[in-house]
T-cell receptor
């Protein structure tokens, strides 16, 4: 199972772009890189997933270099409601999801 | 609402009592997962079903824990002889065949007093 390493916490201010980097040195060839967001007292929610290069959706962008040993979640122009814990996982169909400790993002006014 | 539903949302029980939680996954999602989460930690995997078959169990799942998914639809997680260390949020997630996006319920928060 891919072990992931993320910063424990990050602080930002409203309107700024936030980049959270995750290391996954031993990610398997057939694993995707998936990010989840979790608010207090709620279950995690899927944000974005990618295999290589860049993926963008209405919420975030995900940058994955060619060696796939790391990935960066980019949240453009964060607001207070983006305060949450963000988890990076290596996933593939049929495997259980293994969560690390995540990154606690605090967005300040 | 067609999301993952968990009941009850909160449960307070006395040490030594048995508790049972229910998870209703998204219809036709064949994979169902149970996780436990304590304050400040990420979710920890407990067990996984594909349809009605329980395919994997974590070592965290002691003999006091049992999970079922009898008809491949809803699932129950029972904890016997609860201990204070069982206090946590219990999360259920479901995934459709061939996909990796998991849909989580809002969890059941268990407090053992």
């Amino acid at each position: 199972l891919a072990k992931t390493t993320q910063p424990i916490s990050m602080d930002s201010y409203e309107g700024q772009e936030v980049n959270i980097t995750c290391s996954h040195n031993n990610i398997a060839t057939n694993d995707y890189i998936t990010w989840y967001q979790q608010f207090p007292s709620q279950g995690p929610r899927f944000i974005i997933q990618g295999y290589k290069t860049k993926v963008t959706n209405e919420v975030a962008s995900l940058f994955i270099p060619a060696d796939r040993k790391s990935s960066t979640l980019s949240l453009p122009r964060v607001s207070l409601s983006d305060t949450a814990v963000y988890y990076c996982l290596g996933t593939n169909a049929g495997n259980m999801l293994t969560f690390g400790g995540g990154t606690r993002l605090m967005v300040k006014p | 609402d067609t999301g993952v539903s968990q009941n009850p949302r909160h449960k307070i029980t006395k040490r030594g009592q048995n508790v049972t939680f229910r998870c209703d996954p998204i219809s036709e999602h064949n994979r169902l997962y149970w996780y436990r989460q304590t304050l400040g930690q990420g979710p920890e995997f407990l067990t996984y079903f594909q349809n009605e078959a329980q395919l994997e169990k974590s070592r965290l799942l002691s003999d006091r824990f049992s999970a079922e998914r009898p008809k491949g639809s809803f699932s129950t997680l029972e904890i016997q002889r609860t201990e204070q260390g069982d206090s946590a949020m219990y999360l259920c997630a479901s995934i459709s065949e061939g996909n990796t996006e998991a849909f989580f319920g809002q969890g059941t928060r268990l407090t053992v007093v």
